[in-house]
């Protein structure tokens, strides 16, 4: 306001007090209002009301969400936990039986196959010189 305007308001109203409400609003509980700006400010109260109860709802099911979700991830790694024990503990066993029992066997079935290998060079050099015996009796034979 310019100081005119200043001035001019101080004469026209120099006895009444100006009071400023604890809100700084124009709005005060005792005077007399207009019935259409109160039901509207009731509406505007009521409707940020459920606005904000609405938000707090959904923080509060996003939260729920949440602690659900971290419940069966935890419950998933709990059982993914305990299948790796179990497949750990199966796998020592195998090995152990491995080692014990099947380990034995496939060395005795390497050696078997050794002597195997080795008969049979031998019975290709006997075939060899069975026949070469026979060649030669047979020679002689016909002398």
């Known amino acids: 306001m310019s100081d005119e305007e200043n001035e001019k308001w101080s004469r ?20 007399p209002h207009d019935p259409i700006i109160s039901r509207l400010a009731m509406q505007l109260f009521k409707r940020t009301n459920d606005y904000l109860q609405g938000e707090m709802a959904a923080g509060q099911d996003h939260y729920t969400l949440l602690e659900e979700i971290n419940r069966l991830t935890i419950t998933k790694y709990t059982d993914l936990k305990n299948l790796t024990v179990n497949l750990s503990k199966a796998l020592n066993e195998y090995n152990d039986l491995y080692e014990a029992a099947i380990k034995p066997l496939l060395l005795e079935i390497d050696e078997i196959d050794s002597q195997v290998s080795q ?5 290709y050099r006997l075939d060899s010189y069975t026949k070469q015996l026979m060649a030669r009796f047979t020679e002689l034979g016909e002398k």
């Open 119 to 123: 008969f049979e060079a031998n019975a």
């Open 12 to 31: 026209d109203e120099p006895n009444k007090e100006h009071r400023i409400s604890p809100t700084c609003s124009n709005f005060e509980v005792l005077d």
